[in-house]
């Protein structure tokens, strides 16, 4: 079921909501430090980063043509195809990369550190890409929206 048009959709923002959902769970997930370890704190942390990868996941590739639909309206359709499809296979990559390198990358971080230092490191870097997309789409992401969406 679709409650809300396309056109009233900010992919932008949903993915950045992912963003955040995602980093509760990573810092549940570890726990941090100065939360219980607890198995019920844990499972809920793996609730919530689900929750988060699938906003994630689910509007990455929706968000990227909302915004090159707006970015390149003085190129050709087959150009504008040509990039869309060159963005969705780097972006395709970019998860495939991060899924095999971020699991070796973490497992030797918590063999440095500890399971919960390495997931409290792992989100402050969740956190650095959250504000880096804060900053790309806080102030265009609105202006898409109200082009397309008549609102």
């Not at 043509?65 to 150009?79: D, G, T």
């Not at 918590?110 to 804060?134: D, E, K, P, R």
């Amino acid at each position: 079921m679709n409650f809300v048009p396309e056109a009233k959709k900010n992919f932008q923002k949903i993915v950045a909501a992912g963003t955040i959902f995602f980093l509760f769970g990573m810092l549940l997930t570890g726990p941090v430090p100065f939360l219980p370890n607890k198995v019920s704190v844990i499972c809920v942390g793996i609730l919530v980063g689900g929750i988060g990868g699938a906003l994630i996941n689910n509007n990455c590739v929706p968000a990227l043509n909302q915004i090159l639909e707006h970015q390149i309206k003085h190129y050709s359709q087959e150009q504008t195809n040509e990039l869309k499809n060159t963005l969705s296979a780097i972006n395709t990559g970019a998860f495939g990369f991060g899924s095999i390198l971020g699991p070796i990358l973490a497992s030797l971080l918590g063999s440095a550190t500890n399971f919960a230092w390495s997931f409290t490191i792992c989100g402050a870097l969740v956190l650095i890409a959250l504000i880096m997309q804060f900053l790309a789409v806080a102030k265009k992401s609105d202006d898409l929206i109200k082009q397309d969406g008549d609102g």
